[in-house]
């Protein structure tokens, strides 16, 4: 088997993890590892893209609240919805309180139940409210918030794609990764991003430069506590329980950009 390249990393992680038109050229356990300590790039670029989509209609003239609803539905539209519905079918594999062999059923399901879409509805809400928030202070609060919390959220990705961390099926995207990721180079790429988060967060002050840091560390904290919960329900992780993890880091660091 050829030796993996970065170039072959950075195309799993793309055309995996977003809806931009990067074809995976390599499908094994090596580029999977590539692919998941990339992660954080490809939520790097949809954040740019999500701050991209704020700014634009903020320059032509647009409220705070279009601004956000925009900046929360970029990530979702560039990643076809998949992080979403993965939220939705672990919040009811989660809320079906059935063994993991039925949650896991349950969560196969293309319906939603009404544990998914309370989910999915606060959520966004908390997202949209957010970006709201922001916004309404200054467009460069919004787009950092966008970046930062995009950014996160596939850094989370990276931290249960670590070794140690079964699959919950034999097929199927979470088998693909799960485990790929050396423990010290996730962390690694972890504390890389809440160095960047804080620089990206220094020109706005002392203030920001801590809260961006402490907004990826209490994110991946969040993740980490659902991500051992899913892990105990369903014996281990499925291509849902990333993309749950996912929107769980960004809600949970937009939370903390907003606070103060």
């Given at each position: 088997?050829?030796?993996t390249s970065p170039a072959d990393g950075i195309r799993f992680a793309f055309g995996t993890l977003t809806a931009l038109p990067v074809r995976v050229t390599r499908w094994d356990r090596e580029a999977a590892r590539g692919g998941m300590q990339c992660a954080p790039l490809a939520g790097l670029?949809?954040?740019?893209?999500?701050?991209?989509?704020?700014?634009?209609?903020?320059?032509?003239?647009?409220?705070?609240?279009?601004?956000?609803v925009a900046t929360a539905a970029v990530p979702a539209a560039l990643t076809r919805g998949l992080h979403l519905d993965g939220l939705a079918d672990t919040a009811d594999g989660l809320g079906s309180a059935k063994p993991a062999e039925d949650a896991l059923r349950i969560m196969k399901q293309s319906d939603i139940g009404p544990f998914g879409v309370i989910t999915l509805l606060l959520v966004l809400l908390a997202q949209v409210a957010v970006f709201f928030q922001l916004y309404a202070?200054?467009?460069?609060?919004?787009?950092?918030?966008?970046?930062?919390?995009?950014?996160?959220?596939?850094?989370?990705?990276?931290?249960a794609a670590r070794d140690g961390v079964p699959p919950a099926r034999p097929e199927g995207l979470g088998?693909?990764?799960?485990?790929?990721?050396?423990?010290?180079r996730a962390l690694g790429v972890a504390a890389a991003?809440?160095?960047?988060?804080?620089?990206?967060?220094?020109?706005?002050?002392?203030?920001?430069?801590?809260?961006?840091?402490?907004?990826?560390?209490?994110?991946?904290?969040?993740?980490?506590?659902?991500?051992?919960?899913?892990v105990r329900r369903f014996g281990g992780v499925t291509g849902d329980v990333f993309g749950s993890l996912a929107e769980t880091a960004a809600t949970c660091a937009l939370v903390v950009l907003a606070l103060g």
């Open positions: 088997m050829p030796r670029v949809i954040g740019l893209c999500a701050a991209g989509a704020g700014g634009a209609l903020t320059l032509l003239g647009a409220g705070p609240l279009l601004a956000a202070d200054s467009w460069v609060r919004g787009a950092l918030a966008a970046v930062v919390s995009a950014t996160a959220a596939r850094l989370a990705l990276t931290l088998a693909a990764v799960a485990g790929v990721v050396p423990r010290g991003v809440v160095l960047a988060a804080a620089a990206a967060g220094a020109p706005l002050g002392a203030a920001d430069a801590v809260r961006s840091a402490a907004s990826v560390v209490l994110a991946l904290s969040a993740a980490e506590l659902l991500l051992r919960h899913c």
